[in-house]
């Protein structure tokens, strides 16, 4: 086993791997910068090192200063997290240049399935489903629109090395196509350093549906069941639950069948997500995969009672899986309520500032991630999550009614939450009833209340 790992991220990811590591008996290094002296990370962990100023770039971002506190810790590995480096494959490759254990694939696999045009290609060879486009390099706005003609609109125009919702637009007609070629190639090359695209058939109102894969150096892949991921706003995930409302047993099977082939397919190691988009009709596409622990990682574990991050890092430290795929059994619902610093009033602005007052709900089946605490600064330089709610329940039901009356209790004073809206979507009929799809929050509650 790993004996010190240093944890190349902030906030509640990074308590989330202390904590599993301070089960392990693995020693901790938290890196921060000059705006998170005062974080909760930095006091839960072993030692603590600041790595840069308050922006991004110069300290979470920052490869050089990280591996320089990694080496000069005397840490064996680093865990990046999510977000920031963590499917960065120059910072995994040079991880493995410096002898430092990266948590995670081999930085060729992060390559590989960052490119999402590359990563259609290998999925196609492997008999994976992917969703109709164009996988070829795309040199011009015209040789696009030629593309997308034949196709046939309305086509996505996606970042070929994007994640997170960025560098995507959606075109539903010739007249528009241009723009948002233009606009794609611009927000790729601002978030990504990388304008490419790629091209493919924009599947109208589909589910978005993810499988959890954990891999062992040894050859075995299981899959921890799936996770419904639809209500989203601006492609940025907001309420999650496992298992979808939407699979019966056959899909189910088939699709974590698929999916567990698809991580073969690469060689997979680690723990990573497939993600597919799945119609009406109930045809399952791939869409990509993340290299990565998700931020939704914790409904998985509530409905298999597997430790995700326990077993990234026995992974990491040469251990074979101590599950096969027949020992997984999915038990009752989950449901993840993503806790935002945010005016949802004001166009879902960020709301950063000091937490004057705080409680945190607790009782039977519910869960927090984060941390903040009474007297904390939320800093502005970062992203608005700031803290994640999980209920769970025998029946979805008593996961709603738990996940209402949790939000009920969770008061934090001093900045603006996303709380409420939270509970537009928990008392929307369409979602008790599990009618719901990715264009959900779009149509029926965002426009409503514009």
Same mark, same amino acid.
């Given at each position: 086993?790993?004996?010190?790992?240093?944890?190349?991220?902030?906030?509640?990811?990074?308590?989330?791997?202390?904590?599993?590591?301070?089960?392990?008996?693995?020693?901790?290094?938290?890196?921060?910068?000059?705006?998170?002296?005062?974080?909760? $990370?930095?006091?839960?962990?072993?030692?603590?090192?600041?790595?840069?100023?308050?922006?991004?770039?110069?300290?979470?971002?920052?490869?050089?200063?990280?591996?320089?506190? &990694?080496?000069?810790?005397? &840490?064996?590995?680093? $865990?990046?997290?999510?977000?920031?480096?963590?499917?960065?494959?120059?910072?995994?490759?040079?991880?493995?240049?410096?002898?430092?254990? =990266?948590?995670?694939?081999?930085?060729?696999?992060?390559?590989?399935?960052?490119?999402?045009?590359?990563?259609?290609?290998?999925?196609?060879?492997?008999?994976?489903?992917?969703?109709?486009? =164009?996988?070829?390099?795309?040199?011009?706005?015209?040789?696009?629109?030629?593309?997308?003609?034949?196709?046939?609109?309305?086509?996505?125009?996606?970042?070929?090395?994007?994640?997170?919702?960025?560098?995507?637009?959606?075109?539903?007609?010739?007249?528009?196509?241009?723009?948002?070629?233009?606009?794609?190639?611009? !927000?790729?090359?601002?978030?990504?350093?990388?304008?490419?695209? /790629?091209?493919?058939?924009?599947?109208? #109102?589909?589910? $978005?549906?993810?499988?959890?894969?954990?891999?062992?150096? /040894?050859?075995?892949?299981?899959?921890?069941?799936?996770?419904?991921?639809?209500?989203? %706003?601006?492609?940025?995930?907001?309420?999650?639950?496992?298992?979808?409302?939407?699979?019966?047993?056959?899909?189910?099977?088939?699709?974590?069948?698929?999916?567990?082939?698809?991580?073969?397919?690469?060689?997979?190691?680690?723990?990573?997500?497939?993600?597919?988009?799945?119609?009406?009709?109930?045809?399952? /596409?791939?869409?990509?995969?993340?290299?990565?622990?998700?931020?939704? $990682?914790?409904?998985? !574990?509530?409905?298999?009672?597997?430790?995700?991050? #326990?077993?990234?890092?026995?992974?990491?430290?040469?251990?074979?899986?101590?599950?096969?795929?027949?020992?997984?059994?999915?038990?009752?619902?989950?449901?993840?309520?993503?806790?935002?610093?945010?005016?949802?009033?004001?166009?879902?602005?960020?709301?950063?500032?000091?937490? *004057?007052?705080? /409680?945190?709900?607790?009782?039977?089946?519910?869960?927090?991630?984060?941390?903040?605490?009474?007297?904390?600064?939320?800093?502005?330089?970062?992203?608005?999550?700031?803290? *994640?709610?999980?209920?769970?329940?025998?029946?979805?039901?008593?996961?709603?009614?738990?996940?209402?009356?949790?939000?009920?209790?969770?008061?934090?004073?001093?900045? *603006?939450?996303?709380?409420?809206?939270?509970?537009?979507?928990?008392?929307?009929?369409?979602?008790?009833?599990?009618? =719901?799809?990715?264009?959900?929050?779009? !149509?029926?509650?965002? %426009?409503?209340?514009?």
């Amino acid at each position: 086993m790993l004996k010190k790992i240093l944890i190349a991220n902030r906030g509640e990811i990074a308590v989330r791997i202390i904590r599993a590591c301070r089960e392990l008996g693995i020693s901790t290094v938290a890196i921060y910068s000059e705006a998170d002296k005062y974080a909760l $990370h930095t006091q839960m962990a072993d030692e603590a090192v600041c790595v840069g100023g308050p922006q991004s770039k110069d300290s979470y971002l920052n490869m050089t200063n990280i591996l320089s506190a &990694c080496v000069l810790t005397g &840490c064996e590995g680093i $865990h990046p997290g999510f977000g920031f480096l963590s499917e960065n494959p120059k910072f995994a490759k040079m991880c493995e240049e410096c002898n430092i254990k =990266y948590i995670g694939p081999d930085y060729k696999i992060i390559e590989l399935m960052g490119n999402k045009a590359k990563a259609r290609e290998v999925m196609k060879k492997a008999n994976v489903p992917v969703v109709p486009g =164009y996988e070829g390099e795309i040199t011009s706005v015209s040789q696009a629109l030629e593309i997308a003609k034949e196709i046939g609109f309305p086509v996505m125009i996606k970042a070929a090395a994007g994640g997170g919702g960025k560098g995507i637009r959606i075109v539903n007609e010739e007249g528009e196509f241009e723009h948002n070629y233009n606009a794609a190639k611009l !927000e790729s090359k601002a978030c990504f350093s990388d304008d490419r695209i /790629y091209i493919e058939k924009f599947i109208q #109102k589909p589910r $978005h549906i993810e499988f959890q894969i954990l891999a062992d150096e /040894y050859g075995n892949t299981i899959h921890l069941g799936e996770r419904e991921c639809s209500l989203q %706003r601006n492609n940025q995930k907001v309420l999650e639950e496992a298992p979808s409302t939407f699979l019966n047993p056959k899909l189910r099977e088939k699709m974590g069948e698929v999916a567990k082939c698809a991580a073969k397919a690469v060689n997979y190691k680690n723990a990573g997500t497939i993600e597919f988009l799945v119609d009406k009709d109930c045809n399952f /596409y791939f869409m990509e995969m993340n290299t990565r622990i998700q931020v939704e $990682h914790p409904i998985t !574990e509530m409905v298999t009672g597997v430790d995700i991050v #326990k077993e990234q890092l026995k992974i990491a430290s040469g251990k074979k899986l101590d599950l096969i795929q027949d020992d997984i059994c999915i038990s009752g619902n989950a449901i993840e309520c993503r806790i935002n610093a945010e005016d949802t009033d004001n166009n879902f602005r960020p709301s950063p500032g000091l937490i *004057k007052e705080l /409680y945190i709900p607790s009782g039977p089946g519910v869960r927090v991630d984060s941390a903040i605490y009474s007297g904390y600064e939320i800093p502005p330089y970062y992203d608005s999550m700031i803290g *994640k709610m999980i209920t769970y329940g025998a029946t979805r039901d008593e996961a709603i009614i738990k996940m209402k009356r949790a939000l009920g209790e969770f008061a934090i004073g001093g900045v *603006k939450t996303n709380i409420d809206f939270q509970y537009s979507i928990l008392n929307n009929i369409d979602f008790v009833k599990g009618n =719901y799809d990715t264009s959900f929050i779009a !149509e029926k509650l965002v %426009r409503n209340n514009a």
